[in-house]
């Protein structure tokens, strides 16, 4: 079965420091990923995706994701972080012939100036 | 644009009554999700559905009912039986057999007074 662990729950960074968001997956082959943003009180907008090919993948807002097939993970990346990136982010893994993603528990980014 | 509308954004529902909250796309997807959110806690599956007429229960389906008449609609009835019903509810569609990613809506609350 698929699963989905993204270890920190809350992470606080400066506005302009570099972010990385750590996502592991459980799965036997290779999988399709997602990284998801979700601000207060709204729904979730996909940030960017992995099926296969190049494993650093780009996507939207500025933000890239490499996927490590040796080490099972997915980390979200951003070189500069804008105070307006302070949401949660959701890690998830889908797989051929399955008919659902699996979504992480989140990570909470707070954005201090 | 296309998109996904929930509807309406606030619920409030006496303890005893069945309340229905809907969900219409019109991205032409053919696969349609209901989740819950909790406070801190990441997303549960309640239902979902692959194609009209047709839909399977997720982790957390008791206390729920769906519906799927057309394609453009995924109504859910969060019925008496649903011991905690207060929660942030949010609707998904998708594209095809393979889980290409999730368009979210921008989710309903209801809490139950």
């Known amino acids: 079965a698929q699963s989905v662990t993204q270890p920190d729950i809350h992470i606080t960074v400066s506005e302009g420091a570099s972010l990385e968001l750590r996502c592991n997956y459980s799965?036997?082959?290779?999988?399709?990923l997602f990284w998801y943003v979700q601000s207060p009180g709204q729904g979730l907008q996909l940030l960017l995706k992995?099926?296969?090919?190049?494993?650093l993948v780009q996507g939207i807002k500025g933000f890239e994701a490499e996927f490590k097939r040796s080490q099972s993970s997915f980390n979200l990346r951003k070189p500069s972080v804008h105070w307006s990136d302070a949401a949660e982010y959701f890690c998830?893994?889908?797989?051929?012939?399955?008919?659902?993603?699996?979504f992480g528990p989140g990570t909470s980014l707070s954005v201090i100036p | 644009d296309g998109g996904i509308t929930q509807s309406p954004k606030y619920l409030f529902r006496k303890e005893g009554q069945n309340v229905t909250l809907s969900c219409e796309q019109n991205?032409?997807?053919?696969?349609m999700y209901w989740y819950r959110q909790d406070p801190g806690q990441g997303l549960r599956l309640i239902y979902y559905?692959?194609?009209?007429?047709?839909?399977q229960k997720g982790d957390i389906a008791e206390g729920y009912s769906v519906s799927r008449e057309k394609k453009e609609s995924f109504p859910l009835t969060v019925t008496s039986a649903q011991k905690n019903p207060t929660a942030f509810y949010l609707c998904?569609?998708?594209?095809?057999?393979?889980?290409?990613?999730?368009?979210f809506g921008s989710g309903t609350r209801l809490t139950v007074v």
């Open positions: 998904a569609s998708s594209q095809g057999a393979r889980p290409s990613g999730y368009t």
């Open positions: 799965y036997g082959a290779t999988p399709y």
């Open positions: 992995y099926f296969s090919g190049d494993t």
């Open positions: 998830a893994v889908g797989a051929p012939g399955y008919d659902k993603v699996i």
């Open positions: 991205l032409n997807h053919d696969a």
């Open positions: 559905s692959q194609i009209v007429n047709d839909f």
